[in-house]
């Protein structure tokens, strides 16, 4: 069994939990590949632990790999389907952040969740993503999300006028700072913090969800992602921002852009105890009593 791990450079106080993760795989005797930033943060790595092998590229993991193990929040998992794309892997996010909306355990679970993962004792949820198209090219060769897909004005500059059309249909014109086209995964991201819709991940559905809109009477609404979208900006500014998940790009006004459901989707590992309502409970508190 081969199993990679993915993350971003992690705050030293997590040292600890790393080393004690790759204890836990150095006994189960799975071969472990690990991307290089590891081995620029934590040199020791090597001697420690001999047989773990680097990667640095999507290309690098090849069909033998079972499992990525993603060391972060949701942002490092929205890292991680960058590398994994249509190569079909599934992902467990270790959560070392915050909220971890998309994570499958936690940093003090990794004995039980390392034991799950080798008896394959675990549920894979398939989530699916958008894909933007341009007349240019952008986002070299991940133009995809899990999250979502936003157009937005640039700092300062005033708002903007954001003509969206539903397979070249007319839909509305948002006079606001942008627009967030969210997938169900997506939907407690971003487009929940502009009070958009929640989403069950199984949804085949986009939500449409304006970013500050100018008037009262612009409100988010959910389209079949069987649906193309397609857009055209209105701007004093000669430049916008597009973003997919965590990355993104300054794009001219005049670029044409639409987005789509991929043709893949991600498979996002989970464990029996967690469902899609306990995570909502539990990380959002509710059904708990706060008052005094």
């Known amino acids: 069994m081969q199993i990679a791990i993915y993350g971003r450079i992690l705050p030293d106080e997590y040292k600890k939990d790393v080393f004690s993760l790759l204890e836990e795989l150095r006994k189960t005797r799975v071969q472990v590949f690990l991307f290089h930033t590891f081995f620029l943060q934590y040199p020791e790595i090597s001697a420690q632990f001999p047989n773990i092998q680097p990667f640095h590229t999507a290309e690098e993991l090849t069909g033998d790999t079972e499992f990525l193990l993603s060391l972060g929040g949701d942002g490092t998992i929205l890292d991680t389907i960058t590398f994994v794309k249509k190569n079909n892997i599934p992902i467990l996010g270790v959560n070392f952040g915050r909220l971890g909306f998309?994570?499958?355990?936690?940093?003090?679970?990794?004995?039980?969740?390392?034991?799950?993962l080798v008896n394959r004792n675990y549920i894979i949820d398939k989530r699916s993503l958008l894909h933007l198209e341009a007349n240019i090219p952008l986002f070299d060769d991940a133009p995809f999300a899990l999250n979502d897909f936003t157009i937005c004005k640039r700092d300062i500059d005033p708002m903007i006028r954001v003509h969206t059309f539903l397979n070249g249909e007319y839909i509305n014109s948002y006079f606001s700072d942008g627009l967030i086209v969210s997938t169900p995964t997506g939907s407690t991201g971003y487009n929940m913090s502009c009070d958009g819709p929640i989403l069950f991940p199984d949804a085949a559905s986009f939500v449409l969800t304006p970013i500050a809109p100018h008037h009262l009477n612009t409100r988010p609404i959910i389209i079949q992602d069987d649906n193309v979208l397609s857009f055209e900006i209105e701007s004093r500014s000669d430049n916008f921002l597009c973003t997919l998940d965590s990355r993104r790009e300054i794009v001219h006004k005049n670029t044409q852009l639409a987005i789509r459901k991929e043709n893949f989707k991600i498979k996002l590992i989970r464990f029996k105890e967690n469902t899609f309502l306990s995570t909502l409970r539990n990380k959002l508190g509710w059904g708990i009593d706060k008052r005094n």
């Open 102 to 116: 998309l994570t499958g355990t936690s940093r003090e679970n990794f004995s039980s969740a390392i034991e799950d």
